[in-house]
C-alpha cells in the first residue's frame, strides 16, 4: 500500500468520524462516540503512516525532503494536526460531542488536498527558497498553532450555540443539551488560544529567521508575512483582553471564529490572490 492509499483511507476514517460526532450531537447516544473516537485514532495512525511513507518516497526519488513544501504536503499535515490535538482535548475534558464541530475541519482539509481540480500530489524537488533546515521547524510550528485555532473556533461556534439555547430557554433535552456547560466552553477557547498563540509566535519567529537565510532579509512586508503578523496581533489582543479586560463568553467565542477566519484567509487568501515571494505555497 502507497502513501496515497493510505491518505485515501485516512479521508474516508475522518469522514466517517465527522459523521458518528454529529450523531452523537443529534442524538446524544454515548455509546455512538466510541466509535467516533476508534475511527479519529485509525485516521490518525494511517495519516501517520502514510506521511512516513511520503517521506521515505521522496528519498527513493532521489529528492529527499520532508512532506511539507507544497498546498497538498501543507493540508494533509494540517488535517493531522487538528485531528491530533481534538483527540488530546477529548482525553483531557472526557466529551467526544466536541469532535463535531472539530472533526469536519480534519476531513474538509483531507478531502480538498486529495479531490481539488489542479491539486500538485507530485513529490517534486524543492525550490531554492525551501532549501533550508528551517523548513520543518517553521511549518510545523505554524501548523500546530493552526490546528489549534481551527479547534478554538470549533468551540467558539459552540459556545455561541449553547448560550442562544440558555437564552430562548430550551430544555436540557434540546439539541445543544449535550454541550458542555458555558464556563468549561469557555475555559476551553481560551486555553486552546494561548496554546496556538505560542506555536504561532514560534513559526513567525523561525520564518523569519528562514526569511533572512533565504532572502537576506528577517522581515520584507511581504502579502502572507503581513497576515501572519495581522493574524498574530488578531490572537494577541485578544489575549491580551481576556487578561486585562476581562473579556470572557461571547466576545472570546466571536473573536476566536475572527481569527480562524484570518488564519484561513493568511493560508489561503495569500497564495491564490496576491502575489509574494511565498506564492510557491499555492502549488
Known amino acids: 500500500m502507497n502513501s496515497s492509499q493510505l491518505f485515501g483511507l485516512t479521508t474516508l476514517a475522518y469522514l466517517l468520524a465527522s459523521a458518528v460526532y454529529i450523531a452523537l450531537f443529534v442524538f446524544k447516544n454515548k455509546k455512538i462516540g466510541v466509535a467516533g473516537t476508534a475511527l479519529t485514532l485509525a485516521g490518525v495512525a494511517a495519516q501517520t503512516a502514510a506521511t512516513a511513507l511520503r517521506w521515505k518516497e521522496s528519498y527513493d526519488l532521489g529528492i529527499g525532503h520532508a512532506p511539507l513544501t507544497n498546498m497538498y504536503e501543507s493540508l494533509v499535515f494540517f488535517s493531522w494536526c487538528t485531528a491530533l490535538f481534538?483527540?488530546?482535548?477529548?482525553?483531557?475534558f472526557k466529551n467526544?460531542?466536541?469532535?463535531?464541530?472539530?472533526?469536519?475541519?480534519?476531513?474538509?482539509?483531507?478531502a480538498?488536498?486529495?479531490?481539488?481540480?489542479?491539486?500538485?500530489?507530485?513529490?517534486?524537488?524543492?525550490?531554492?527558497a525551501l532549501q533550508s533546515n528551517w523548513l520543518i521547524a517553521h511549518v510545523i510550528t505554524c501548523f500546530i498553532g493552526y490546528g489549534a485555532f481551527a479547534m478554538a473556533a470549533g468551540l467558539g461556534v459552540m459556545y455561541l450555540l449553547k448560550k442562544s439555547a440558555l437564552e430562548k430557554g430550551l430544555a436540557k433535552?434540546?439539541?445543544?443539551?449535550?454541550l458542555p456547560e458555558l464556563k468549561v466552553i469557555d475555559d476551553m477557547t481560551y486555553k486552546t488560544?494561548?496554546?496556538?498563540?505560542?506555536w504561532l509566535t514560534a513559526g513567525i519567529i523561525t520564518g523569519a529567521v528562514w526569511a533572512n537565510e533565504a532572502w537576506g532579509t528577517y522581515w520584507s512586508w511581504d502579502p502572507k508575512e503581513t497576515w501572519s503578523i495581522i493574524t498574530w496581533f488578531i490572537y494577541a489582543s485578544t489575549l491580551h483582553a481576556r487578561f486585562t479586560r476581562g473579556w470572557s463568553g461571547s466576545r472570546i467565542a466571536w473573536l476566536a471564529i475572527i481569527g480562524f477566519l484570518s488564519v484561513f484567509f493568511t493560508y489561503?487568501?495569500?497564495?491564490?490572490?496576491l502575489a509574494g515571494l511565498h506564492s510557491y505555497g499555492q502549488s
Open 86 to 92: 481534538y483527540l488530546f482535548m477529548e482525553l483531557k
Open 96 to 110: 467526544r460531542v466536541i469532535g463535531a464541530f472539530v472533526m469536519p475541519f480534519a476531513f474538509v482539509s483531507m
Open 112 to 128: 480538498y488536498a486529495s479531490f481539488a481540480k489542479g491539486m500538485n500530489q507530485e513529490i517534486s524537488p524543492l525550490i531554492p
Open 173 to 178: 433535552d434540546s439539541l445543544t443539551g449535550s
Open 193 to 198: 488560544i494561548v496554546f496556538g498563540f505560542l
Open 268 to 273: 489561503f487568501g495569500v497564495n491564490y490572490l
